[in-house]
Every structure is written in structure tokens, then in C-alpha cells.
């Protein structure tokens, strides 16, 4: 609507699927926000059948729902929009995208391979897209990154310019405060040749840096030849204990690709225990020059939780198929 | 479309209303993207009959195009979009745009009142709305500021947040490089009391701060009770001569507004000659807390243009009416 939008959170019924940690504070948010929780999913045995309140920590009785073990035990009639948050890997997370989708509801998903699949699974990506216009509902992957910090807010920075030759965007954050599965999956406290081997074996480093780069570049209209992505340790004290400097805290990752023409993408992700200075920075060149810094950066895991939830307006509106976030209006909060 | 949309420049015809420098630069970018000018307006009697190429300043011959007094005689059959850059007063400007969409063209203008018109004139808001939808078309107001600056990029911060209380904006704008009507309007060069009789008169000050915060309020979903606006001027030694403390070097404006909630905007913008430090500032406070800087700032005259162009492909993709910028996903060079 022109005149600003308005939300009825009580009419946005949500299915949560995946009670991770960004799983229930997605969950949390969009019931803080007054949503009706419809129910909620997750494989892991420990939790089938508790009550969705239990596991959410919350004092309200969220009309009894319970968590099933798989979405084919959920009423899901009343739901709008299933909130995934279940895996990184598109291809093992597609199942449980096509489910919710056949069942009717649309789906936004932090998958972070599903922010822009369309140059590196196109068959799947395709096959997703013709699901979601069957079923009539928006597939959307979001987070802070994929999804925000590195794609849509550069692609944001782009409005004002006449041309642009190129873009470099780096994040740097501090992944001490942040939860144990981060820690662990940008290597800190590990030696050089164990992070080597955690990387050779897929274990180490932020999944989707090169969705990104594919994701600002679509939204430029550029098509790049290839992109090529490079992940080596941060090293460094990470305890202050002597001796340290060959032990690993955290991961310093690149993505870079370029167009035909010579239009350049360039992501840089620092990401570590002790890192110095975080933040966002992003520079955009060509006319004018633009460069612009989030001094202590845009804070993880409240960000994607917030995301997924603040998009929700706005994919009810979208049209039918797998979009990617460009497509969509500017999200926020609501509720 | 979801894979990154794809313009076709030379299938986008164009009709500028408007040759003053902001309208002659965006038909100067507009033909370098190869899109088709298919006709100009001005009332200027100087310009009539005149050919545009001569105007703008360009060898190519544009078709033949010369500047007409009244979009009545110009053969707008063959036009997608009228770029209306003639005029910061809505109700001065609402002729010409109702003409336009009569005509059956979108319009995108930089008038500054169009930016966010809901609330000072809501009649004349609705009627531009009612015409617009008549006749199947968008009608938008845009440029850095209204239209960017102040309100779509920080309406976009708040993307990854979870809740917002308030949003601090600072534009600090140099104006000793920009064009003399820039110059003229921020009193650049006048006493205190020749500025304070400026003010009283209209004659000083940028349009459309208030308009800011309103469009970054709705854009919030947020009702502001009332935005109070002030305007005093910037003191200080312009030109370098003695005794010139007295001397104005350019307009200090605020715009604040709250909702009955207390939720607050507060827009500040300095623009001058000899100004330190120009930037863009924006705080957004809630959760997380945003602080975003744009040093340098984003050059005006360069950037309205761009914007104006930018934003085509997606007002052609727009429904119906009287939309803000916020409607839209995000525009990005194209062509």
C-alpha cells in the first residue's frame, strides 16, 4: 500500500521448521510479534512431542503445539508460511522446502545456498521455482549473509549511482560472543594443519560467501564469467596464552567474480575469535564513488532471526516462485 | 523476474517534462542508456521549438525531438514514462502530472512533495492516487533527497532488526561545488538578517524534510502525531575574508516527529559552502543498534539523476497509483 503498509500478526499463521538456535529465536520473535504458531518440526528425537512453549523457553501455552517429527503430523491449514530453518545445503534441505511448499504454504528459509541458487544448481533451482508457481507461494532464502549484508544492502548502495565499475564489500566479525557452532565452524583454537583439514573436509568456514557474489551481481544485471572463492586461517593470541601464534581464530574468506565486461564483485569475510575492529564496509566504484562503514557490524544471529521474520510482509505479497531478496521491497520489523 | 531482471533500454520510451539542469541531466543519462526520448517539455520560451539534442547538448540528432511548450503537442503514443523534474510544490506541480498520466504514461518526478504526499495534502494524495490507477499507471516522487537518502536507505537498516525505537539521520552537504540554484537557496553568502527574511519569505532552505520523515515513518508502519520543522542558518567565514563571521554559509534544517508510542525520527540536514566533514550519519537505536557512515556523503545533482532513471525499470513493473520509493524493490543502474 502507498501509504505505508500495514501487518496483522494475527492473521500470519507459521509453521517452524528446524528448533536450532536461530530455529527458536525465529520462533520467539514472530510469537513476541503477536504471529499465531501453528506448529513446528524438527528430526531430532529428543525433542519429539515436547511442547513448542518447553522448548522455546516461553511461558505461554502456544495452544498446545507440540513438535512433530515431520511436517506430514502437522495441521498445517491454517499456516500461511513455513519458517525453515534446517541446513545450509540446498540440495539436502530441498525435501523439506517441497514438502512445505506442496502443503500449501509459502516458505522463507535460512538454507544459505538457497539465497541464489540459479548459476550453481540451475536444474534444482528451476525445479524449486516451477514448485513454488504450482503451489502459488514465494520461496525466498534470506539471513543476515546470504541475504543482507553482503547482497542486498550493497545492491541497495547502488540506486544513486549513474554506473558502477565494481564493488568491494568485507565483513568483519567477532565470533567470540556468538554460539558454539559458530566458533566451531570458523576453526578457532585449531592448528594450521588441523584447520587445513577441516577445510579439505567441508567442516570449516561460512557456507554461501559465493551465493552472495552471485546473488549482488543478478541484482546488478551482471553476468559473471565464474566465481572463485578462497578460505585460509586467521592467525593469531587467541587466549593470551604465550605461544599462540600459530594457533588458528577464525576463517578470512574471499569470493571474487567478474563479468565479460571487467564489472567486478569483490567479498571479503573475516570472521573470528578476537578479531580487531568489526565491521561492515562496502565500496562501491564507479560514479559517484560510494563508500560507506557499519562501525561494530550487523550482529549475527539477531540479524538472521530478525530477517526471516521481518521478510514475512512482504513475501505474502510477492508473487508466486523462488525469489531472491532483490526482488522484494525493503523488509522491517512489524508487529 | 528472480534470476536478476534484465532491462531492454531501447524498448523504454521517454517524454522529459522539465529541461532545467536536474531534467536535462537525467535525459542526458536516459539517451546514453539508449533508451528512446520520444518528447520534451518546457515552459521556458527560450527553449520552445528548439531541438533537444541542441538543449542537452548532444551530437546525435534524438529523432528530431524539439522542446515543446505543452505535452499536448508532443506525439506521447509511442512513450512509456514522463520524467517530471519541474518543480519542488506538489499542488504547483499536480497539473502537469495529471496531464501526463492522462496521457497514459507512468511518471516518475522530483518533485520533492510527491515523495511522501499522504499526510500534509491527503486530498490531493488521494486524487493523484485515484487518477493514476485510472489510467493504469505509476506515479512516483524520487531523487536523493526526498526519495533516498533520508528515507529508503534508512528504511533498509532496519531490515535486521528486531525492533526499532528511533532513527537518527545527518546529511552534511557541501554545496560550493553544486549549481548556483543550490548555492542560492542554502543563502550561501547573505547576512543573518537577509537569510531570516529568505526563510520568511520561502525563498530559503531545502524542500521536503518533513516529507522524509514522514515516508521513513510509514515506511516503519509507524503514525507519526505531528513533524516539527526549523530552519536556521549555518554562520561561519566563507570566502575567507575577515569579519565574515556574521556572514551565512548555509541552512541548518530538522525535521523530528513521534508517534503517540514514542517511537521518533529525527532528520538533520546542513548543507552549505565550506561545510566540514560531509557525510551521511544514521543511527537506528532498538536491537541491534546501527550506526552507518557514508563519508564524503552522496553527491546530489549526480545522484537525483541517477535515481530518477534507475528507479524506470521497476515503476514499468509496478501496479497502479501513487506509490513511494519504499513500494519498491531496490532500482540499480541499468543499461
Redesign the interface.
Known amino acids: 500500500?502507498?501509504?505505508?503498509?500495514?501487518?496483522r500478526p494475527d492473521e500470519l499463521g507459521t509453521v517452524h521448521i528446524g528448533l536450532g538456535a536461530i530455529g527458536v529465536a525465529v520462533a520467539r520473535?514472530v510469537h513476541e510479534r503477536g504471529a499465531r504458531i501453528v506448529g513446528a518440526v524438527d528430526i531430532a528425537p529428543d525433542l519429539a512431542g515436547r511442547p513448542l512453549a518447553e522448548v522455546l523457553g516461553l511461558s505461554a501455552a502456544l495452544d498446545g503445539v507440540t513438535v512433530a517429527g515431520d511436517l506430514a503430523d502437522v495441521a498445517t491449514d491454517s499456516a500461511d508460511v513455513a519458517l525453515h530453518c534446517a541446513g545450509s545445503v540446498l540440495a539436502a534441505a530441498a525435501p523439506g522446502l517441497s514438502a512445505a511448499m506442496a502443503a500449501g504454504l509459502h516458505v522463507v528459509s535460512t538454507c544459505e545456498e538457497l539465497a541464489y541458487p540459479?548459476d550453481d544448481e540451475p536444474e534444482l533451482a528451476t525445479r524449486l521455482?516451477r514448485e513454488a508457481r504450482a503451489a502459488g507461494v514465494t520461496l525466498l532464502g534470506t539471513g543476515?549473509n546470504p541475504g543482507?549484508?553482503m547482497d542486498?544492502?550493497p545492491?541497495?548502495l547502488?540506486?544513486?549511482?549513474?554506473?558502477?565499475t565494481s564493488i568491494d564489500v568485507l565483513r568483519v566479525q567477532e565470533a567470540g560472543g556468538r554460539r558454539a557452532a559458530l566458533q566451531r565452524k570458523v576453526g578457532a583454537g585449531l592448528s594450521a594443519d588441523e584447520f587445513a583439514a577441516g577445510v579439505a573436509a567441508g567442516r570449516l568456514g561460512h557456507v554461501g560467501l559465493g551465493r552472495s557474489a552471485r546473488a549482488l551481481?543478478?541484482?546488478?544485471?551482471?553476468r559473471l564469467e565464474g566465481v572463485d572463492e578462497t578460505i585460509e586461517p586467521l592467525l593469531g593470541d587467541v587466549d593470551g596464552t604465550a605461544g599462540a601464534e600459530d594457533q588458528v581464530s577464525g576463517v578470512h574468506q574471499v569470493a571474487t567474480g567478474a563479468t565479460a565486461a571487467g564489472q567486478r564483485v569483490r567479498l571479503t569475510l573475516d570472521m573470528g575469535v578476537g578479531v580487531a575492529d568489526p565491521r561492515e564496509e562496502m565500496h562501491v566504484h564507479?560514479?559517484?564513488e560510494?563508500?560507506?562503514?557499519?562501525?561494530?557490524g550487523?550482529?549475527g544471529d539477531?540479524?538472521?532471526?530478525?530477517?526471516v521474520?521481518?521478510?514475512l510482509p512482504r513475501v505474502l505479497a510477492a508473487p508466486p516462485?523462488?525469489?531472491?531478496m532483490?526482488?522484494?521491497?525493503?523488509?522491517?520489523?512489524?508487529g
Do not use: F, K, Q
Not at 217 to 222: E, T, V
Not at 290 to 296: D, E, K, W
Open positions: 500500500m502507498a501509504r505505508g503498509y500495514e501487518v520473535l540459479w521455482d543476515v543482507y549484508a542486498y544492502l545492491a541497495v547502488t540506486a544513486p549511482c549513474r554506473h558502477v551481481a543478478a541484482a546488478l544485471g551482471w564507479g560514479e559517484p560510494l563508500h560507506v562503514t557499519v562501525p561494530g550487523i550482529p539477531v540479524a538472521t532471526a530478525a530477517l521474520a521481518n521478510v516462485g523462488l525469489l531472491v532483490t526482488d522484494l521491497p525493503p523488509p522491517r520489523p512489524w
